[in-house]
């Protein structure tokens, strides 16, 4: 497996939809977990933390099964502006703040 | 805002010249790291630093190498250009949040491009 892995997309929905971006990790002893958003030639930009309770901010809403190494984002009511690459992330047990990036899901949300 | 630039944000060189990138930040964090970005392959880190003349390699550092003299900067240094290097650099500070561990911020990126 690789070390995150994420369904490229695109995803293409319609304003108002509600998406799912789902991610895989492969080591169990990770402990910190982020959804980045990059837009087209942009720098990368922390969404939000992913917690083991799951956390909502807004209509983004993040979920966390560390049985399954599995992450998720649930995004309502899709705006044109969420269209963007979302990007899991997860940090490399075991190395003082070194993160492992995937290769990002891009959405495309159409009028 | 993280408080991070990098110099210069485009370049365009030709390949066996050294090229040397800045990443400059202001508010006095003890990591940042350097990564590239290319189609297909997400970002990779190539070498990162955890204070002042402490730097380690990253996934890859082949034909980079770094230097941190002083907290607020982080130079990447390609030693003679190949057009595999041609790509988007982009430096990150990282953070402590509370509970939730370290986290990394980045700066805009630079455009490199090896003729």
């Known amino acids: 497996r690789k070390e995150v892995e994420q369904d490229p997309g695109p995803f293409n929905v319609p304003e108002g939809a509600t998406v799912a971006f789902n991610c895989t990790y492969s080591n169990s002893a990770s402990q910190s977990f982020f959804w980045y958003r990059q837009d087209c030639r942009k720098e990368p930009k922390l969404l939000m933390s992913v917690y083991s309770s799951g956390n909502e901010d807004g209509r983004f809403t993040a979920q966390l099964n560390r049985a399954s190494q599995y992450i998720s984002l649930l995004i309502r009511d899709s705006k044109l502006s969420d269209s963007a690459t979302y990007l899991c992330?997860?940090?490399?047990?075991?190395?003082?703040?070194?993160?492992?990036f995937g290769k990002g899901t891009k959405l495309s949300v159409k009028p | 805002d993280a408080g991070i630039t990098q110099s210069p944000r485009h370049k365009v060189t030709e390949t066996g010249t050294p090229v040397t990138l800045r990443c400059h930040q202001t508010?006095?964090?003890?990591?940042m790291y350097w990564y590239r970005q290319d189609p297909g392959h997400g970002l990779r880190l190539i070498h990162y630093s955890y204070g002042v003349k402490d730097t380690d390699k990253g996934e890859v550092s082949d034909g980079y190498s770094v230097s941190r003299s002083k907290t607020e900067d982080f130079l990447l240094t390609l030693e003679s250009a190949t057009s595999s290097q041609t790509s988007v650099y982009f430096c990150a500070i990282s953070t402590y949040r509370g509970g939730h561990g370290e986290t990394q911020y980045f700066g805009p990126g630079t455009r490199l491009l090896v003729l």
């Open positions: 992330v997860v940090n490399r047990a075991g190395s003082q703040g070194n993160l492992i």
């Open positions: 508010e006095n964090h003890r990591y």
